[in-house]
């Protein structure tokens, strides 16, 4: 099973939602425009980023800076939401937040262990 679609949140912009559930999937290396922001909801996700092979698995974040080279893989399957988000939105989001005006963010590690997060991003 595989879908996506897009939405519109009010006043920021256009985001993609991929949700999507994979047995036997792989992804070459490629990288994105966007930001990449996904909860894994069931199975296992691997994926070598920024030097370093990275697992996730039900209820972690998985991220992936514009830009950033990856790939994608499992021997179990893996069913996710993943966001897509422009980077003038998360520049912009970026400065709302600190009340100062920033570069788009970054994140250096591949993955975010926050089940409130994770669950908010789900739901």
């Given at each position: ?9 009010k ?17 070459n290396k ?14 296992q ?5 920024r ?5 996730a698995?039900k209820?972690?974040i ?12 499992t021997n179990?399957?893996w ?5 897509y ?10 400065s ?23 669950g908010?991003?789900?739901?």
């Amino acid at each position: 099973m595989h879908h996506s679609k897009t939405i519109r949140l009010k006043d920021i912009g256009f985001v993609e939602l991929l949700e999507a559930s994979f047995t036997k999937q792989s992804f070459n290396k490629h990288f994105h425009e966007e930001f990449c922001f996904g909860v894994i909801e069931s199975g296992q996700l691997d994926f070598n980023y920024r030097g370093k092979k990275v697992s996730a698995n039900k209820g972690i974040i998985n991220l992936c800076n514009p830009g950033e080279v990856h790939d994608g893989f499992t021997n179990e399957g893996w069913s996710y939401k993943m966001f897509y988000v422009d980077t003038k939105i998360m520049k912009e989001l970026s400065s709302s937040i600190s009340g100062k005006s920033n570069d788009i963010p970054f994140f250096k590690e591949g993955i975010i262990e926050d089940e409130n997060l994770s669950g908010e991003l789900l739901s």
